[in-house]
Nanobody
Framework: QVQLAESGGGSVQSGGSLRLSCAAS??????VAWFRQAPGQEREGVAI???????NYTESVRGRFTISRDNIKHIAVLQMDRLTPQDTARYYC???????????????WGQGTQVTVSS
């Protein structure tokens, strides 16, 4: 069983950047993903990276966010640039066997880190 811990959230102005990290207590499973959830909304898939390095992003963040992973250090990173107020949410990392941005497919989750973007 792997434990995940996110860090790097905070408050920034629109147009700014944040770098989120997800540290695993052991090995990641095949895929590592970032999700986000704003108050009153469903959890949304943001980005995913497979063990082979392939990536996928939800359309609203494509070109602004970059997901990466370090399998030696057991860390996954979400670099977020050109942030907008619509990116405000709690961000979670998760790891699992499926290369899909479907939260129902992921068993292991961190506690999340809050990202707030002001206009």
């Amino acid at each position: 069983q792997v434990q995940l811990a996110e860090s790097g959230g905070g408050s920034v102005q629109s147009g700014g950047s944040l770098r989120l990290s997800c540290a695993a207590s052991g090995l990641f499973y095949s895929n590592v993903a970032w999700f986000r959830q704003a108050p009153g909304q469903e959890r949304e898939g943001v980005a995913i990276i497979g063990g082979d390095g392939r990536t996928n992003y939800t359309e609203s963040v494509r070109g602004r966010f970059t997901i990466s992973r370090d399998n030696i250090k057991h860390i996954a990173v979400l670099q977020m640039d050109r942030l907008t107020p619509q990116d405000t949410a709690r961000y979670y990392c998760a790891t699992g066997w499926h290369f899909e941005l479907d939260p129902g497919l992921f068993r292991y989750w961190g506690q999340g880190t809050q990202v707030t973007v002001s206009s």
